[in-house]
Nanobody, 124 residues
Framework: QVQLVESGGGLAQAGGSLNLSCAVS????????AAWFRQTPGKERELVAR????????DYWPTVKGRFTIAKDYAKKTLDLEMRNLKSEDTAVYYC?????????????????WGQGTQVTVSS
Protein backbone atom coordinates (compact mmCIF):
# COMPACT_ATOMS: atom_id res chain seq x y z
CA GLN A 1 0.00 0.00 0.00
CA VAL A 2 1.36 3.37 -1.01
CA GLN A 3 1.61 5.84 1.86
CA LEU A 4 2.22 9.58 1.52
CA VAL A 5 3.17 11.99 4.29
CA GLU A 6 3.48 15.72 3.61
CA SER A 7 5.64 18.18 5.48
CA GLY A 8 6.88 21.72 5.09
CA GLY A 9 3.73 23.79 5.21
CA GLY A 10 3.44 26.93 7.28
CA LEU A 11 3.24 30.70 7.10
CA ALA A 12 5.00 32.84 4.53
CA GLN A 13 4.81 36.45 3.44
CA ALA A 14 3.73 37.40 -0.03
CA GLY A 15 6.73 37.25 -2.31
CA GLY A 16 8.41 34.67 -0.12
CA SER A 17 9.09 30.98 -0.56
CA LEU A 18 8.13 27.65 0.96
CA ASN A 19 9.15 24.10 0.17
CA LEU A 20 6.78 21.17 0.59
CA SER A 21 7.89 17.56 0.73
CA CYS A 22 5.94 14.33 0.47
CA ALA A 23 7.58 11.17 1.78
CA VAL A 24 6.64 8.14 -0.31
CA SER A 25 6.59 4.57 0.99
CA UNK A 26 5.10 1.30 -0.19
CA UNK A 27 6.25 1.70 -3.77
CA UNK A 28 9.22 2.90 -5.75
CA UNK A 29 8.77 6.59 -6.44
CA UNK A 30 9.92 5.96 -9.99
CA UNK A 31 6.87 3.80 -10.70
CA UNK A 32 4.40 6.45 -9.59
CA UNK A 33 2.86 9.41 -11.29
CA ALA A 34 2.35 12.00 -8.60
CA ALA A 35 0.86 15.42 -8.06
CA TRP A 36 0.26 18.25 -5.67
CA PHE A 37 -3.30 19.51 -5.27
CA ARG A 38 -4.66 22.29 -3.10
CA GLN A 39 -8.02 23.12 -1.62
CA THR A 40 -9.63 26.10 0.09
CA PRO A 41 -12.90 26.00 2.04
CA GLY A 42 -15.94 25.71 -0.17
CA LYS A 43 -13.94 25.03 -3.31
CA GLU A 44 -13.03 21.90 -5.19
CA ARG A 45 -9.58 20.44 -4.92
CA GLU A 46 -7.47 21.77 -7.78
CA LEU A 47 -4.30 20.55 -9.42
CA VAL A 48 -1.16 22.56 -8.71
CA ALA A 49 1.46 20.47 -10.48
CA ARG A 50 2.03 16.89 -11.51
CA UNK A 51 4.84 14.66 -12.70
CA UNK A 52 4.25 11.47 -14.64
CA UNK A 53 6.29 8.32 -14.12
CA UNK A 54 6.92 8.05 -17.86
CA UNK A 55 9.89 10.34 -18.41
CA UNK A 56 9.22 12.45 -15.30
CA UNK A 57 7.38 14.93 -17.48
CA UNK A 58 5.89 17.77 -15.48
CA ASP A 59 2.80 19.91 -15.90
CA TYR A 60 1.63 22.99 -13.98
CA TRP A 61 -1.59 24.86 -13.36
CA PRO A 62 -1.30 28.19 -15.21
CA THR A 63 -1.51 30.32 -12.07
CA VAL A 64 1.62 28.69 -10.59
CA LYS A 65 3.68 28.10 -13.72
CA GLY A 66 7.03 29.84 -13.42
CA ARG A 67 6.71 30.13 -9.64
CA PHE A 68 6.37 26.51 -8.49
CA THR A 69 8.59 23.54 -9.30
CA ILE A 70 7.64 19.90 -8.78
CA ALA A 71 10.31 17.22 -8.66
CA LYS A 72 10.95 13.69 -7.48
CA ASP A 73 13.94 13.16 -5.21
CA TYR A 74 14.89 9.56 -5.82
CA ALA A 75 17.52 9.51 -3.09
CA LYS A 76 15.20 10.81 -0.39
CA LYS A 77 12.12 9.07 -1.88
CA THR A 78 10.13 12.27 -1.77
CA LEU A 79 7.94 14.32 -4.04
CA ASP A 80 8.91 17.96 -3.57
CA LEU A 81 7.18 21.23 -4.40
CA GLU A 82 9.27 24.38 -4.38
CA MET A 83 7.07 27.47 -4.17
CA ARG A 84 8.49 30.91 -4.93
CA ASN A 85 7.01 34.39 -5.21
CA LEU A 86 4.05 33.29 -3.12
CA LYS A 87 0.76 35.15 -3.36
CA SER A 88 -2.12 35.39 -0.92
CA GLU A 89 -4.24 33.33 -3.33
CA ASP A 90 -1.81 30.42 -2.84
CA THR A 91 -3.19 30.01 0.68
CA ALA A 92 -4.72 26.54 0.89
CA VAL A 93 -4.31 23.05 2.24
CA TYR A 94 -1.86 21.28 -0.05
CA TYR A 95 -2.17 17.55 -0.71
CA CYS A 96 0.26 15.08 -2.21
CA UNK A 97 -1.31 12.40 -4.41
CA UNK A 98 -0.05 9.43 -6.40
CA UNK A 99 -1.14 6.78 -8.86
CA UNK A 100 0.50 3.75 -10.44
CA UNK A 101 -0.64 4.98 -13.86
CA UNK A 102 2.32 5.91 -16.03
CA UNK A 103 0.81 9.16 -17.28
CA UNK A 104 -1.46 10.53 -14.57
CA UNK A 105 -4.29 13.00 -15.01
CA UNK A 106 -5.33 16.45 -13.81
CA UNK A 107 -8.40 15.25 -11.91
CA UNK A 108 -8.22 14.26 -8.23
CA UNK A 109 -10.29 11.18 -9.10
CA UNK A 110 -7.30 9.79 -10.98
CA UNK A 111 -5.23 9.43 -7.82
CA UNK A 112 -6.04 6.63 -5.35
CA UNK A 113 -3.32 7.51 -2.86
CA TRP A 114 -3.36 10.71 -0.80
CA GLY A 115 -1.49 12.35 2.02
CA GLN A 116 -3.18 14.02 4.96
CA GLY A 117 -2.55 17.57 3.72
CA THR A 118 -0.47 20.46 4.96
CA GLN A 119 -1.59 24.06 5.47
CA VAL A 120 0.09 26.86 3.55
CA THR A 121 -0.81 30.41 4.56
CA VAL A 122 0.50 33.43 2.69
CA SER A 123 0.08 36.81 4.32
CA SER A 124 -0.15 39.92 2.18
Amino acid sequence: QVQLVESGGGLAQAGGSLNLSCAVSGASIGTLSAAWFRQTPGKERELVARVQSLGDITDYWPTVKGRFTIAKDYAKKTLDLEMRNLKSEDTAVYYCAATRDRIGVNSPSGYPYWGQGTQVTVSS
